[in-house]
């Protein structure tokens, strides 16, 4: 099994940054490929980002290119994404994922999930 903590989330102002931080424990081996995805409560979650196990692709929604980057420490067992130029519409819960066979951009190939942390983003 392999466990995933987010930390990161808060209130930010339009314009903003954040870097969220996915903490991974566990059979740390099968993480994988991992992503972030989001949600907005009554809609279906989104993919935002994903990265290869070695970090060496990273793929992104069209929506957060050129704002958002993916990366991973294998050493530090720790996946981030920095978040820059926040827009409100960046408003949802951000949940890490893992243990891909490759990065894909669709929940149902990953198998594991963390809880969450909230994103706001004010106008």
């Known amino acids: 099994q392999v466990q995933l903590v987010e930390s990161g989330g808060g209130l930010v102002n339009a314009g903003g940054s954040l870097r969220l931080s996915c903490a991974v424990s566990?059979?740390?081996?099968?993480?994988?490929?991992m992503g972030w995805f989001r949600q907005v409560q009554g809609k279906e979650r989104e993919f935002v980002a994903s990265i290869t196990w070695s970090g060496g692709m990273t793929y992104y929604a069209d929506s957060v290119k050129g704002r958002f980057t993916i990366s991973r420490d294998n050493a530090k067992n720790t996946v981030y994404l920095q978040m820059n130029s926040l827009k409100p519409e960046d408003t949802a819960a951000y949940y890490c994922?893992?243990?891909?066979?490759?990065?894909?951009?669709?929940?149902?190939?990953?198998?594991?999930w963390g809880q969450g942390t909230q994103v706001t983003v004010s106008s």
């Open positions: 566990g059979r740390t081996s099968s993480s994988g490929a």
């Open positions: 994922t893992a243990g891909a066979a490759a990065p894909y951009s669709f929940p149902r190939g990953y198998d594991y």
